[in-house]
């Protein structure tokens, strides 16, 4: 609702929420950010944003009735430039967890664990990940990836004797992975909602490690005091997942079943009223 003073379309945002078929003139900015294939990324024959999120928003205009316009923002200024009424929300599947939940709120729509993959070509790979106590392991330094890593490896390494692992921050999924090639380090860390898509694109050159760990819900951010639009949001894909065109997409761009939520949640949480 970009150009309609912050209080109307609020306003206006009740107003859809409670009267079936009400409608206002809006044109709703969403933030993503195109390094995080095939949730996001960017085609290089056109240089246009391609991907999961961008057909997701598409139907999701096309339910709510409104115009969506994608404005790429990195992922680390995907908060600040929602706080700040740059963006009405954003995508790029950022995990949603308590802490960020202070700043924002989440209308979840897919799920993952953390998934460690190595490369085939390996002389030595391991098949669980204690294994890789001890082992120099590249995450994403813009998610929580290795924040999760290193507890684990506190509870299941220290705490055994043996050396914790070595996590080293990347710039994103796809310096880690570059990493890994270089051999720079031995295994890389990544969500389990890609790595098939990964594997689908690079053949033959990622084996993954045991099973992910520390599944959890990434949700679409919304302003905490938009809550018009947090309902709107949560009502569309709720109805997508009740007609099959959530499912749909998820096959269409190679994104595993598990990752799909059981319903539209906001903050992990069931609606309260829909």
């Known amino acids: 609702m970009r150009y309609l003073p912050k209080q109307l379309a609020i306003l206006c945002g009740w107003l859809m929420a409670m009267f079936s078929g009400f409608s206002c003139a809006k044109d709703l900015i969403v933030g993503g950010y195109p390094s995080y294939p095939p949730v996001e990324m960017r085609d290089p024959a056109t240089g246009k944003s391609v991907g999961f999120d961008i057909d997701f928003a598409a139907e999701l205009a096309q339910e709510m009735g ?72 590249a995450a994403s330094r813009a998610t929580n990836i290795i924040a999760q890593l290193n507890e684990w490896s506190d509870k299941h390494c220290t705490q055994a004797g043996l050396t914790k692992m070595n996590v080293v921050g990347a710039e994103n999924n796809i310096d880690a992975r570059m990493q890994l090639k270089q051999n720079r380090v031995d295994a890389m860390a990544q969500d389990s909602l890609t790595i098939p898509y990964i594997q689908q694109i690079e053949k033959g050159v990622f084996t993954t490690v045991d099973q992910p760990i520390n599944f959890s819900y990434m949700g679409m951010g919304v302003s905490s005091d938009n809550v018009p639009l947090q309902k709107n949001l949560q009502q569309a894909l709720q109805k997508m997942i009740d007609d099959g065109r959530y499912a749909a997409l998820l096959k269409k761009w190679n994104l595993p079943e598990v990752s799909a939520v059981p319903a539209a949640l906001i903050n992990s949480k069931p609606a309260t009223a829909l």
């Open 66 to 137: 409104v115009k969506i316009t994608f404005s790429e923002t990195a992922f680390a200024q995907l908060i600040p430039s929602l706080q700040t009424g740059r963006l009405d929300f954003f995508l790029s599947a950022m995990n949603d967890t308590a802490e960020r939940q202070k700043h924002l709120t989440f209308v979840d729509y897919l799920r993952s664990g953390t998934q460690l993959m190595v490369l085939s070509s390996a002389a030595v790979q391991g098949n669980t990940l204690k294994d890789y106590c001890g082992k120099k392991i």
